[in-house]
């Protein structure tokens, strides 16, 4: 089965903030959409909408095929050592126990508490790798990272795409990757 | 759905046990202790007056120890994003509750039941008034854990949750006190079934009332 991400109509409340409105979005796979946008204009919130976290204030989501996040928060015990902490991960998505990049080796014996704020986002796109979902929603993936893990970040985004994966991802700076689709939430602006 | 049940309670396991998230299961045990301990010097040694009233102060403790290993116990799984994770996975909050119960009522109830017998010691209780405290924590420290899941989870996206969570269990768990330490004063071990049975029924609700509660947090 093909995955796919469409959205109709969507507004999105925060509070007594309406962030934007009829935002329609059909994500082909294969596609990587890229989401701009000042802060505060609902980037995040898109993204939790589309992954089914938050429920839209109107309008529909409709997704086939697994979804993985990579937000703020990587899901990772912080008093275990990386290795530990990614193994849980591991066990719960059933995935064997792959060669883990992103130049996390010498770091596998670090308490996650810790890391920069750097490695700890390559530890999560490191937990996101090796989950394999077809939809990737990726908030702010660049956040904390120096040039070369960025890059890093779009080889592995580019890698998705060519296997007709799906990815939706919140930047404020350029993507490092060709062919991306912009979508400015300002546009949508109430 | 086996296998990652397993492995969330083997987690939530190992992050209650060491303190990981919570008090960790040593704190409560000698916080119980304590308790047990201050009393006769409060009320003086009187052995009389310590074996008649003794075994309510070691209800007492129980509950007031049930309340330490609430901080954490769910709110740290939704600031780190861990319950984002499980649900983007199609593991439900009801599912992940229900492990974090077993796995809390495992950290501070069965070592409870057994300080009982120290603390029994240093209260100068009697040999009956000590098996019946025993069943009786054994029938209502699940109730405790239930009571305490459902609090930390209502309370997780608060502020100053900790502390709301210590003071909403008071009342919640009043019904299994009335119960437990009741059997005690008549002696009655058929007052104990009324304990177990409370703490069966919250047993079966907690679950989807945290799991209700997180998706409510969630959206907050």
Redesign the interface.
């Known amino acids: 089965m093909q995955a796919s991400l469409s959205a109709t109509d969507l507004a999105c409340r925060r509070g007594d903030r309406l962030l934007f409105t009829r935002l329609s979005l059909v994500v082909q796979p294969g596609e990587v959409v890229q989401i701009t946008g000042a802060n505060g204009t609902g980037k995040s919130s898109l993204l939790r909408i589309l992954a089914g976290l938050l429920a839209p204030y109107a309008g529909k989501v409709t997704r086939h095929g697994d979804v993985g996040l990579l937000d703020e928060n990587p899901a990772l015990d912080e008093h275990l050592p990386l290795g530990k902490a990614l193994d849980f991960w591991r066990s719960v998505d059933g995935t064997p126990d792959t060669l883990v990049a992103h130049g996390l080796e010498p770091l596998m014996d670090v308490p996650v508490r810790f890391l920069s704020t750097g490695q700890r986002k390559r530890a999560a796109l490191a937990r996101l790798d090796a989950q394999g979902p077809d939809i990737w929603l990726l908030d702010e993936p660049l956040n904390g990272l120096d040039s070369d893990a960025a890059a890093d970040v779009g080889t592995m985004v580019d890698a998705h795409r060519r296997a007709q994966g799906i990815c939706v991802l919140a930047s404020h700076q350029p993507f490092p990757l060709d062919g991306v689709r912009q979508i400015d939430l300002v546009g949508f602006a109430p | 759905m086996n296998?990652?049940f397993l492995?969330?309670l083997r987690?939530d396991l190992r992050?209650l046990l060491?303190g990981?998230h919570g008090s960790g299961a040593i704190l409560p045990l000698l916080f119980f202790l304590s308790i047990a301990m201050l009393y006769p010097f409060a009320v003086g040694p009187n052995p009389t007056l310590l074996a008649k009233t003794g075994g309510g102060i070691v209800w007492i403790a129980a509950l007031l120890a049930a309340i330490l290993p609430l901080d954490g116990l769910i709110s740290r799984d939704l600031?780190?994003?861990?319950f984002?994770?499980f649900?983007?996975?199609g593991?439900s909050e009801e599912w992940v509750c229900a492990a974090r119960l077993i796995a809390h009522w495992l950290s501070f109830g069965p070592l409870l039941i057994l300080a009982c017998i120290p603390a029994a010691a240093l209260l100068g209780l009697e040999r009956q008034t000590v098996g019946l405290l025993m069943l009786g924590l054994l029938a209502g420290t699940p109730g405790l854990a239930a009571v305490g899941l459902m609090i930390a989870a209502l309370t997780a996206s608060l502020r100053s949750g900790a502390a709301l969570a210590g003071l909403m269990l008071v009342p919640l768990a009043l019904p299994i006190l009335i119960f437990g330490a009741g059997a005690l004063a008549r002696s009655d071990p058929a007052t104990l079934g009324f304990a177990g049975a409370i703490s069966l029924l919250l047993v079966a609700v907690a679950p989807f009332a945290a799991g209700a509660s997180i998706r409510a947090a969630?959206?907050g």
């Open positions: 296998g990652p492995t969330l987690r992050n060491t990981a600031e780190t994003g861990f984002d994770q649900r983007l996975r593991i969630r959206e």
